[in-house]
């Protein structure tokens, strides 16, 4: 079994950052793939950013540039870090944790995971 726990959530206003953190524990190796999934009030879950089992890199479109995804293996942790939000970035943001062998590309595109956290939530004001 693993377990996925986010924080960093919170109430930022537009232009702001959050450093959002996901500790796995479980039987969770390293290399298993993990990322980000966004849900906004009322939308569906969207792929945000993820690290496959390669270690590959990949992000949505409309958060490059301004969104980091980045893993501690000695600390089961992953982590995004989140500059210049926007309005349209608000929404429960989860970690997932995924038993494939896939790129991060396939993981953001289908927000499909096998394990999820509770999820933290983000609220960027302008």
């Known amino acids: 079994q693993v377990e996925l726990v986010e924080s960093g959530g919170g109430s930022v206003q537009a232009g702001g950052s959050l450093r959002l953190s996901c500790v796995a524990s479980g039987n969770i190796p390293s290399n298993y793939p993990m990322g980000w999934v966004r849900q906004a009030p009322g939308g569906g879950r969207e792929g945000v950013a993820a690290?496959?089992?390669?270690?590959?890199?990949s992000y949505r479109d409309s958060v490059k540039g301004r969104f980091t995804i980045s893993k501690d293996n000695a600390k089961n942790t992953i982590y995004l870090e989140m500059n210049n939000l926007k309005s349209e970035d608000s929404g429960m943001y989860y970690c997932?944790?995924?038993?494939?062998?896939?790129?991060?590309?396939?993981?953001?595109?289908?927000?499909?995971?096998?394990?999820w956290g509770q999820g933290t939530r983000v609220n960027v004001s302008t």
């Open positions: 997932g944790a995924h038993n494939g062998r896939l790129k991060g590309a396939y993981y953001v595109a289908s927000a499909n995971f096998h394990f």
């Open positions: 690290i496959g089992s390669d270690g590959s890199i």
